[in-house]
């Protein structure tokens, strides 16, 4: 146990417990961002410094009034989620006879709303998909064969950011059941460290195609040597290099991807159809809705979108009954697409 009182030593003791759980750097870091958050009202109610808090400052009042004042500059995702890790460090003191009792059920927090996220429109996804398959001659920094690829890749798989800037070449694979011209699966590297498979079909590794054509033109030093002249775009890499890079070549970052596909919203005319801070999430949105549209059961959604709470699924849907690889088939925005003018070479395993 812990030395003293203090509480910080009883937070990184915390932490510890909680590794077990395998939690993310995301998580852990938010986590800390969260104690010093309520830390620091705690410290100041009691007149001390944050280092020097005791567990004993813990109570059902001096709570209250530290999440108080953290509410007046703060929104209520964020103050759900700091509640949340604060029941939690309550909740493992008072199993380890720190506290007498858990004092989080006294504070109040803000309700989740239960309202479906937004998506673009029907005519707003064609717009979408035509502008990328248009040139872009306002921007000398366009890659429009990567920009077509990435996006078409967020809008049809549903892949978080993290996600599409985590996937490498060789996590697009044969589906096992697949045969000829089958659509192909996406092994995710998803939110908390949890690993999941989506569909894609044909068509867009054929725009991937193009894209990796593209990029071995841009930067050949990239290529594999052994790979010969005329090898397909993805013999011309190797499996762990990046699916998504940037304009030097290496993975693309976090700010270069919100950009582009901000840009490309603009470009179509509709960025201001968006939901407020929603970039490569508005294309998760869209294609949840989509999916919920054509029935698409709350358990195979929720495989589909790395859901851990069937609740945060069932915004999007009460539907039933379809099966994952056939639902991602279903999504309306493959019509727009049409025939692809270069045809694609399957990746190999």
């Known amino acids: 146990m812990p030395g003293q009182h203090r509480l910080a030593p009883w937070f990184e003791e915390f932490l510890v417990h909680r590794s077990t759980a395998k939690p993310s750097p995301n998580t852990l870091k938010a986590y800390r961002q969260d104690y010093q958050s309520i830390a620091e009202p705690l410290a100041r109610g009691a007149g001390m410094a944050v280092a020097a808090l005791t567990v004993e400052v813990i109570g059902k009042g001096t709570m209250r009034a530290a999440f108080a004042e953290y509410a007046r500059s703060h929104q209520a995702a964020s103050i759900r989620r700091c509640w949340s890790t604060w029941n939690m460090l309550c909740e493992f003191l008072f199993t380890a006879d720190a506290i007498v009792a858990n004092p989080m059920s006294s504070v109040l927090r803000p309700k989740i709303p239960k309202t479906v996220p937004k998506s673009f429109r029907a005519d707003s996804v064609e717009r979408l998909i035509a502008t990328l398959q248009s040139p872009d001659a306002g921007d000398a920094r366009a890659w429009p064969e990567r920009d077509f690829a990435l996006i078409l890749t967020g809008l049809l798989t549903g892949m978080r950011s993290a996600e599409l800037i985590a996937v490498d070449l060789g996590d697009l694979r044969d589906d096992a059941g697949g045969g000829p011209g089958a659509a192909k699966v996406i092994h995710v590297h998803g939110k908390g460290n949890k690993e999941r498979v ?152």
Not at 210 to 230: A, I, K, M, Q
Not at 298 to 305: A, P, Q
Not at 315 to 339: E, H, K, Q, S
């Open 198 to 349: 989506v569909t894609v079909e044909p068509v867009v590794v054929d725009v991937l195609g193009d894209y990796l054509v593209s990029r071995s033109e841009r930067f050949p030093d990239t290529v594999r040597r052994r790979s010969s002249t005329g090898a397909g775009p993805w013999d011309r890499f190797r499996p762990a290099d990046p699916m998504f890079v940037g304009r030097d070549g290496e993975r693309i970052t976090r700010g270069t991807l919100q950009y582009r596909v901000e840009r490309a919203y603009r470009r179509a005319g509709i960025n201001g159809d968006r939901a407020k801070g929603a970039l490569v999430h508005q294309l998760r949105h869209t294609f949840a809705t989509a999916m919920a549209d054509q029935n698409v059961s709350v358990y195979t959604l929720m495989r589909m979108l790395g859901h851990e709470s069937m609740n945060t699924t069932q915004r999007y849907t009460t539907g039933a009954g379809a099966a994952v690889r056939d639902a991602a088939a279903l999504n309306p925005a493959y019509a727009l697409i049409g025939r692809r003018a270069r045809p694609y070479t399957a990746p190999r395993d």
